[in-house]
């Protein structure tokens, strides 16, 4: 015991004067969003890419409900379609992790869009009730595919853009995906209602291929770890890395605090099945389902791209700011959503719906960007695979329940979307409780 306690001085000593030497280095200022697209080639490429890809998801994603609806009018239905939209990230997620920390990301991204453009072909098919099971297949295959996308596109941003710029880069990743939500949703309905749902699922695979273009140019290093010495059954199958992945979460108690905000948030994420149903029952514009849901999926995705931009303003881009911001967000949304369920005037609904999602942009940007910065490189792939894991069996659960009570129970849309607001205020706490503890809290010299 003697012999321990100097070497904890001395370690204690060491990472006070770190700390002390990372606040008196001078941060570089942080570049605009402008001038972080002109000037940063590859990251413009990924920027592109996205804009392409969502707005085809979202014109798919209307489309598929609208379909859905109109041959099968149950609750049900869209709650298992969303279970398919959400579950097979679950399963696919520790196996892609070690996927996307072993391959050549930029071929793994490319790999994925080329199969999900050819996946999503396979809804044409879909033209009666008992054929449901098709759409359900189609999506669990592109989700799949999109656990392997996007823990590689996460852990790549840090590749192509400074370490100052990594707020800014998912602000603007951020603002993206709510632009092509507000344009998708609302192209997405005026197709539909026009040309026909066939028509979206074609430019949503066009979207896929389009994107895969665009990132094949992105000049993305492919940092090869080095061999181990000893190759075992376990290292071959990926479950040492897994393992490694885990020790590492389980060693660092506030990267494993931030990789469960988005989970927290997805806890009310049947509210995403209650949009579509508000938007046929609550708010059908001039009739029509899909231009109601259209609308009020517009409302989310301007939410969406306000929150992180105001965010940033009021609190700034260091960690424990963050952090802070991540609280009010949890608290933000909640609040907005029990307003939500409770009024019926349609451009209010609109401007609270915004407000909900000012809050849920705003954790879903700063946790994404405290993981960048706080997990390194090596190891980036499995913790973002294991956050989407995470948050995706929180989204699944909350959308079954919510489809159940639909459905099952009998209760009102309007119950469950303030059953739903109330829930956010449990992470919420949590959060704001595990910020207050030195073990778990996000500092600035992290």
């Known amino acids: 015991m003697r012999a321990v306690l100097p070497r904890r001085r001395a370690r204690d000593t060491q990472l006070a004067s770190m700390a002390t030497a990372a606040q008196s280095v001078p941060v570089a200022a942080s570049t605009g969003y402008v001038a972080l697209l002109r000037h940063n080639a590859d990251f413009r490429r990924f920027w592109l890419g996205q804009i392409v890809s969502q707005l085809g998801d979202w014109l798919d994603y209307v489309a598929l409900v609208t379909l859905l609806l109109a041959l099968t009018r149950s609750g049900t239905v869209i709650a298992?379609?969303?279970?398919?939209?959400?579950?097979?990230?679950?399963?696919?997620?520790?196996?892609?992790?070690?996927?996307?920390?072993?391959?050549?990301?930029?071929?793994?991204?490319?790999?994925?869009?080329?199969?999900?453009?050819?996946?999503?072909?396979?809804?044409?098919?879909?033209?009666?009730?008992?054929?449901?099971w098709i759409a359900y297949t189609v999506v669990a295959a592109v989700v799949t595919l999109t656990a392997f996308f996007e823990p590689s596109r996460s852990a790549s941003i840090p590749n192509?853009?400074?370490?100052?710029?990594?707020?800014?880069?998912?602000?603007?990743?951020?603002?993206?995906?709510?632009?092509?939500?507000?344009?998708?949703?609302a192209i997405g309905g005026f197709?539909?209602?026009?040309?026909?749902?066939?028509?979206?699922?074609?430019?949503?695979?066009?979207?896929?291929?389009?994107?895969?273009?665009?990132?094949?140019?992105?000049?993305?290093?492919?940092?090869?770890?080095?061999?181990?010495?000893?190759?075992?059954?376990?290292?071959?199958?990926?479950?040492?890395?897994?393992?490694?992945?885990?020790?590492?979460?389980?060693?660092?108690?506030p990267v494993a605090a931030v990789v469960f905000v988005k989970t927290g948030w997805a806890l009310a994420g049947g509210i995403v099945l209650l949009h579509n149903i508000f938007g046929e029952r609550i708010y059908?514009?001039?009739?029509?389902?899909?231009?109601?849901?259209?609308?009020?999926?517009?409302?989310?995705?301007?939410?969406?791209?306000?929150?992180?931009?105001?965010?940033?303003?009021?609190?700034?881009?260091?960690?424990?700011?963050?952090?802070a911001a991540i609280t009010v967000g949890f608290g933000l949304a909640g609040g907005a959503y029990l307003v939500f369920a409770r009024i019926d005037n349609l451009p209010l609904a609109l401007l609270i719906l915004a407000l909900a999602h000012c809050g849920g942009s705003t954790m879903w940007v700063f946790s994404t960007t405290l993981l960048q910065m706080l997990v390194?490189?090596?190891?980036?792939?499995?913790?973002?695979?294991?956050?989407?894991?995470?948050?995706?069996?929180?989204?699944?659960?909350?959308?079954?329940?919510?489809?159940?009570?639909?459905?099952?129970?009998?209760?009102?849309?309007?119950?469950?979307?303030?059953?739903?607001?109330?829930?956010c205020f449990i992470p919420g706490t949590v959060w704001f409780c595990l910020q207050r503890s030195p073990r778990f809290a996000v500092g600035d010299n992290t």
């Open 80 to 132: 298992a379609m969303l279970v398919a939209r959400f579950l097979p990230s679950f399963f696919a997620a520790p196996i892609a992790g070690v996927v996307v920390d072993r391959a050549n990301r930029k071929y793994l991204m490319v790999a994925a869009d080329v199969c999900r453009a050819l996946a999503v072909l396979g809804l044409l098919l879909v033209q009666r009730a008992d054929q449901t």
């Open 284 to 323: 059908p514009v001039w009739g029509s389902a899909a231009a109601g849901i259209g609308l009020l999926a517009t409302a989310r995705g301007i939410g969406t791209a306000i929150g992180p931009i105001a965010a940033r303003r009021v609190f700034g881009d260091r960690p424990q700011r963050m952090a």
């Open 191 to 253: 197709i539909t209602a026009v040309a026909g749902c066939r028509t979206a699922f074609v430019l949503d695979a066009l979207s896929f291929a389009a994107s895969g273009w665009l990132i094949s140019g992105v000049r993305l290093a492919h940092t090869r770890r080095p061999s181990a010495s000893h190759v075992s059954w376990k290292r071959l199958l990926g479950v040492a890395d897994m393992m490694e992945g885990l020790r590492y979460l389980r060693g660092h108690a």
């Open 160 to 185: 192509v853009v400074a370490r100052e710029d990594l707020v800014t880069a998912n602000a603007l990743g951020s603002i993206t995906w709510s632009v092509s939500l507000a344009l998708g949703a």
């Open 376 to 423: 390194p490189d090596h190891l980036r792939g499995r913790v973002f695979a294991a956050e989407l894991a995470s948050m995706t069996l929180a989204l699944t659960l909350s959308n079954l329940f919510t489809g159940w009570g639909l459905d099952h129970l009998g209760l009102s849309p309007r119950t469950l979307a303030a059953g739903l607001g109330a829930l």
